[in-house]
């Protein structure tokens, strides 16, 4: 039977924040199809993570059940990935099972209290930390003996910080996810701009020539950061918002620097912007957004932008458009950064099979799988976890011929980039961060009253765990 620290777990995951997947498609809201099959949303019961999928191996072999929140396009992807290890594991039986993202966690958790947990499970939502803290999860570091001792330092740091809670391994990265600065070349022509910003000023004034407001409608965006929850400029300016373990925004100068910083855009119509953004989201599956279809002068965004979303969106942007690292700011980053966020897979309490799960969480990443792993992530538009598959000869040729993403991929290795700590009260800590924003954008609170927001919210949140 499960704890009921576990049990308690799962009211909390529906007040969670989700950053959500890392490019690669659309995460499902009401079930996808599936090589191995569905999960049905919706009822509230548990479900069987053995059920519905795919057939099995034969005696000897072990039985891993993965699932995951992906559909559409994604699918055809993960499919592939599990057949290319099916072939060379002849040991190991893998069998793919999607869950609607609406209530996935809701669903892993009620599996894990039920004592009928997949083996493997992608994580993208705020809740490692909780999950580890809880015993709902178990720990990849008794697995990282022999060929895998070298499993952690093999990842980029930035990509280790996302799972490592109390010094012990919860979570791998399949894949991952940075911003830079897109830009849309025939705006910045046509406003007279010669080139893409390179400071944080010229950004501001380069982008205020490229608005488009009229009667309060807004149809043209030069560039709006208050859209975004404040957590995605954090590493610009040089700010950890979680400190000998609190969360400490507050007295922080550079953290008050840098929302200082984002209130100089709340002169723009946020409600205006955000009708906009949401008009185009809620169309073409929700890829659609205001600077494929060049209607934003500056977006900032992923790699996704460039290769899922401009050329089934607008493809006349192909070749219009430029991304290069976000300005450096003085007493911020030294180093082109990011923020940073991945798909995580992790072995449930109570997982079968985890030994050969964890055989299979340690090839998604391209540990001992360079070359197809750098063949199948260009796939999904996804910068692997460590620095060996994005040299690989596959992988570089795509960089090659896809030369915008090379900016994204090479903040990885920045020693300024990072991830939203790993805490138990992260999902309350993305969720305050996100409230603070809109609270700033709206001016119904100052940048000094949204710090002290997020602290308070955050830490009594963490002082319940």
């Known amino acids: 039977m499960a704890s009921t620290a576990v049990a308690a777990s799962i009211a909390l995951v529906a007040a969670g924040c989700s950053k959500g997947d890392v490019g690669g498609g659309s995460s499902s809201a009401g079930g996808s199809s599936s090589p191995g099959g569905t999960i049905a949303s919706g009822g509230g019961g548990t479900v069987s993570s053995s059920g519905g999928g795919g057939g099995t191996g034969g005696k000897g072999v072990a039985n891993v059940v993965w699932w995951n929140m992906w559909s559409g396009a994604t699918v055809a992807i993960t499919k592939q990935m599990v057949s290319e290890f099916n072939a060379t594991h002849p040991k190991i039986h893998v069998t793919q099972l999607n869950v609607p993202s609406a209530d996935g966690d809701a669903k892993l958790l009620s599996a894990v209290a ?7 499970f992608t994580e993208w939502n705020p809740t490692i930390g909780e999950y580890a803290q809880t015993g709902a ?3 990849l570091s ?8 070298g499993f952690e330092k093999w990842m980029y740091p ?21 911003l830079a600065l897109y830009y849309n070349k025939s705006l910045m022509k046509a406003a007279g701009i010669a080139s893409p910003p390179k400071t944080l000023g010229q950004l501001y004034a380069d982008q205020a020539k490229e608005w488009k407001i009229s009667g309060g409608r807004v149809s043209q965006i030069g560039f709006y950061p208050l859209t975004s929850p404040m957590y995605e400029y954090m590493s610009y300016f040089g700010v950890k918002a979680y400190n000998h373990g609190r969360y400490d925004l507050a007295s922080n100068p550079k953290a008050l620097a840098m929302a200082k910083w984002l209130a100089t855009y709340d002169k723009y119509p946020y409600s205006g912007v ?33 290769v899922e979303n401009i050329p089934p969106d607008n493809p006349s942007l192909k070749g219009h458009f430029g991304v290069e690292p976000f300005p450096p700011v003085p007493g911020g980053a030294t180093s082109p950064s990011s923020y940073v966020w991945g798909n995580y897979n992790v ?10 799960a964890f055989t299979f969480i340690s090839w998604l ?19 692997p976890a460590g620095p060996a598959p994005a040299a690989a000869p596959a992988y570089k040729s795509w960089l090659a011929s896809n030369s915008y993403v090379k900016p994204l991929v090479d903040e990885m290795a920045g020693k300024d980039s990072q991830q939203v700590a790993l805490t138990p009260a992260e999902s309350e800590y993305e969720t305050a961060v996100t409230q603070a924003t809109q609270f700033m954008a709206t001016k119904k609170m100052t940048p000094e009253q949204a710090l002290a927001y997020i602290d ?3 830490n009594a949140a963490l002082h319940k765990k």
């Open 142 to 149: 008794p697995y990282l003996t022999g060929k895998y001792k």
């Open 456 to 458: 308070k919210q955050a």
């Open 114 to 120: 039920a004592g009928d947990p997949p083996d493997v």
């Open 274 to 306: 955000s009708a906009m953004d949401s008009a185009y989201g809620s169309v073409g599956g929700g890829s659609e957004d205001p600077f494929d279809m060049g209607k934003a002068g500056f977006w900032l965004s992923g790699a996704w932008e460039g």
């Open 365 to 383: 990443t391209g540990y001992d799988n360079v070359s197809t792993i750098a063949k199948l992530l260009p796939k999904g538009g996804w910068i």
């Open 137 to 139: 999860i178990e720990s």
């Open 158 to 178: 930035v990509v280790l910080q996302g799972g490592v809670y109390k010094g012990q391994l919860y979570g791998a990265s399949m894949s991952m996810g940075t």
């Open 347 to 356: 072995i449930p309490k109570g997982a079968k099979n985890p030994r050969a």
